[in-house]
């Protein structure tokens, strides 16, 4: 059994308390937490090693794992940062890098993710 644990926040914890209360006969329950697939975190990190050619390839199996999960925030991730890491790098055709992060942007702006959309829009703003 957990104990109460002093909080050296009692402020916070009033305002925290309130918003808590009214569901006080519920359960948090979670039943899925999931992370992108493995490759769009190899295709990072291929990145910042510099390994271009890599990184294509992960982004790559990260766009079709996420495509087999139904994922489409993970598709829009994976969009967003191969984008970024070409055009960075200055590769590839910068028609089809726009249209990579728009894809991206498009897809986050409907789910109302706002870190990736904020992401999808500094690359943009830094190479548009």
């Not at 002093?6 to 329950?29: E, F, G, T, Y």
């Not at 970024?84 to 702006?109: F, K, M, Q």
Request: glycine content about 6%; proline content about 5%.
């Amino acid at each position: 059994m957990n104990q109460p644990r002093r909080l050296a926040a009692p402020r916070q914890a009033n305002a925290l308390h309130d918003v808590l209360a009214p569901w006080s006969d519920r359960v948090i329950h979670i039943e899925v937490i999931a992370r992108p697939p493995v490759a769009y975190s190899l295709g990072l990190l291929a990145g910042v090693l510099g390994r271009d050619a890599e990184a294509d390839d992960h982004f790559a199996t990260a766009l079709e794992v996420a495509s087999r999960m139904q994922a489409p925030l993970f598709a829009a991730m994976s969009r967003v940062e191969w984008a970024a890491l070409r055009l960075d790098r200055g590769r590839g055709d910068p028609h089809e890098e726009r249209a990579l992060v728009s894809d991206g942007l498009e897809t986050a702006a409907a789910a109302r993710a706002g870190g990736i959309e904020r992401r999808a829009r500094a690359v943009i703003a830094r190479h548009f």
